[in-house]
């Protein structure tokens, strides 16, 4: 019989060592020519990551509960410590100590992305699986700002001459951060009474927008993988937007299986 720790554990390190290891890329290569000791930095957590992947494939579905532990805590350490680096690097900008070509919410953002892994992984050491609606409001509000981030970053990396999608990408924020402001109040109000209800109409709008979202995505990476559009959007980062939008989707229709199972 498979353990539901196992494979979630596998699952969730799968997705998130790939995007932590993209991001010491992208971080990589917004460094300037001077700031060599970062570019090392940065190609260092790309290794470990990497290693990180390579490990992975050793494992299994049918894997033993406590070495899965024990690589989840060895990839809980690896995301603390590029969670540091991504936070000093924040700081360092911040402070006008230094100037890359990363944006300071990308910097922001790319820290959130790791918190989230490492204390995903620290979760499932403990057992915690099911999610319980104090949680599914959470994660939403996280999923909800790592969505509305994305198109604010469309915006400002896409060339000013492509006004339709750069009017597209700043309509995104606008409902992305409505949903956000509004999942927010649901988690102020932690309401005691029955949550189904709220709880549904939360994912069901989520879901619309992010499929709608991702969609979006799928389409601008598509027109800068073929050179249709002018931008300074990386093709790798575009695919790496895409396979977060969906990511969410998978979310939501793994919580509202759990509200159906209830």
Not at 14 to 42: C, P
Not at 46 to 61: A, G, M, T
Not at 243 to 250: D, H, I, S, T
């Amino acid at each position: 019989m498979i353990n539901p720790i196992v494979a979630r554990s596998l699952n969730e390190i799968q997705f998130w060592a790939r995007i932590m290891k993209e991001h010491s890329l992208f971080l990589k290569l917004g460094f300037t020519y001077d700031q060599k000791n970062l570019v090392v930095e940065a190609q260092q957590f790309y290794d470990l990551f990497e290693r990180i992947e390579e490990k992975l494939s050793r494992f299994s579905v049918n894997s033993d509960l406590r070495a899965v532990q024990a690589f989840n805590n060895e990839v809980y350490q690896a995301a603390v410590h590029i969670w540091a680096f991504k936070r000093r690097i924040l700081d360092l900008t911040l402070r006008c100590e230094i100037l890359t070509n990363n944006y300071p919410l990308l910097v922001d953002h790319t820290s959130r992305e790791a918190a989230y892994f490492a204390r995903r992984l620290k979760e499932l050491n403990e057992g915690v699986l099911a999610p319980k609606p104090d949680d599914i409001i959470k994660e939403n509000v996280f999923f909800l700002k790592i969505m509305a981030d994305h198109a604010k970053f469309i915006g400002h990396l896409l060339d000013p001459s492509e006004r339709k999608l750069v009017d597209q990408a700043r309509d995104f924020s606008h409902d992305f951060d409505q949903l956000l402001f509004q999942a927010q109040d649901l988690d102020h109000m932690r309401p005691q009474s029955e949550t189904r209800p709220l709880l549904d109409q939360m994912l069901d709008q989520n879901r619309v927008s992010t499929k709608s979202l991702r969609d979006f995505k799928k389409q601008a990476r598509e027109l800068i993988e073929e050179c249709r559009i002018k931008s300074n959007i990386h093709p790798l980062l575009a695919d790496h937007t895409f396979r977060e939008a969906e990511r969410f989707l998978e979310i939501i229709d793994m919580y509202e299986a759990h509200l159906n199972a209830q």
